[in-house]
């Protein structure tokens, strides 16, 4: 529903003459946005324009938060690297011309060379493996801050992570 310029005008003119609101508690703001609004209706002399301004920036912060929330359901979330398994568990997936065996709850054996960790989701990991020759498999333990753990050292001796730990094995079927 749209308002006129006249009705919101006299909202704004309501707001601007009555004592200011005391702020909410908020715990966690999350966006520039709500503390923009929250400011400007807290400031009893604001004027419509500024208010509007106000309203004008909140709508498009908003709009791009949900445009980025958007974006990243689209990816997926977190939880779908924990339910792969049992699913995917000795089976097959090629990335970027290279392709893995996977395993769940197995990983690539301790010991072997470590190239890099990285803060990313299991279909960019392997997709980061794929795109670095010298990468020759990775281990995955989502519950980790950087979840993807890439091998330089091709090593085709699987590891098991005990039954406390999450961890996919993603090797390539054959040395890169």
């Known amino acids: 529903m749209k308002l006129s310029i006249a009705i919101l005008t006299t909202i704004l003119s309501a707001l601007a003459s009555a004592a200011p609101?005391?702020?909410p508690a908020i715990a966690d703001a999350g966006t520039a946005s709500t503390?923009?609004?929250?400011?400007?209706?807290?400031?009893?002399?604001?004027?419509?324009a500024n208010e509007l301004d106000a309203l004008?920036?909140?709508q498009d912060n908003l709009a791009s938060d949900l445009a980025t929330c958007q974006t990243q359901a689209a990816a997926g979330s977190p939880f779908e690297d924990y339910t792969r398994?049992?699913?995917?568990?000795?089976?097959?997936?090629a990335v970027d011309g290279v392709t893995y065996r996977q395993r769940c709850n197995q990983g690539i054996a301790s010991g072997t060379t470590v190239?890099?960790?990285?803060d990313l989701r299991?279909?960019?990991?392997l997709a980061a493996c794929s795109a670095d020759r010298r990468c020759q498999g990775v281990?995955?333990?989502?519950?980790?801050?950087r979840p993807c753990l890439m091998f330089s050292q091709y090593n085709s001796n699987w590891g098991s992570a005990g039954s406390q730990y999450i961890v996919i094995?993603?090797?390539?079927?054959?040395?890169?």
């Open 21 to 23: 609101p005391a702020a």
């Open 35 to 48: 503390n923009l609004l929250l400011t400007r209706q807290s400031t009893p002399n604001a004027t419509c």
């Open 56 to 58: 004008r920036t909140c």
């Open 85 to 93: 398994c049992p699913r995917i568990h000795d089976q097959t997936t």
């Open 115 to 118: 190239l890099r960790s990285e």
């Open 122 to 125: 299991y279909d960019a990991c």
């Open 139 to 145: 281990n995955f333990w989502p519950a980790n801050d």
């Open 169 to 176: 094995g993603a090797l390539p079927t054959q040395r890169r």
